[in-house]
Nanobody
Framework: VQLQASGGGLVQAGGSLRLSCAAS????????MGWFRQAPGKEREFVAS????????YYTLSVKGRFTISRDNAKNTVYLQMNSLKPEDTAVYYC???????????????WGKGTQVTVSS
């Protein structure tokens, strides 16, 4: 499975960005999909995940109510809509596939290349 993330950029605090991750080479609907992020000097952390059907989602507490994960299985794409962005959201964001929904860095099957999100204050 290959994953290609896009949509990062520079935005002011309070602004919005939408990340996309296109998958190829596998049966997309079989995989839970997720987003992780890694800030400079910090470990990679879970952000959000979504089940294969799209019916169940999980979020880390710090983004709940601000970020929304969704997927379009017809397009083999997962999205992360990020609203009310804060400077502490600044990180490289990675998409990932996993067989489990409550994913952690150690359980991920495939990683995409990251996309930089920078939120200025």
């Amino acid at each position: 499975v290959q994953l290609q993330a896009s949509g990062g950029g520079l935005v002011q605090a309070g602004g919005s960005l939408r990340l996309s991750c296109a998958a190829s080479g596998g049966t997309f609907v079989r995989y839970a999909m997720g987003w992780f992020r890694q800030a400079p000097g910090k470990e990679r952390e879970f952000v959000a995940s979504i089940s294969g059907s799209g019916g169940t989602t999980y979020y880390t507490l710090s983004v709940k109510g601000r970020f929304t994960i969704s997927r379009d299985n017809a397009k083999n794409t997962v999205y992360l809509q990020m609203n009310s962005l804060k400077p502490e959201d600044t990180a490289v964001y990675y998409c990932a596939t996993d067989r489990i929904l409550r994913m952690e860095p150690g359980t991920v099957d495939h990683w995409g290349k990251g996309t930089q999100v920078t939120v200025s204050s």
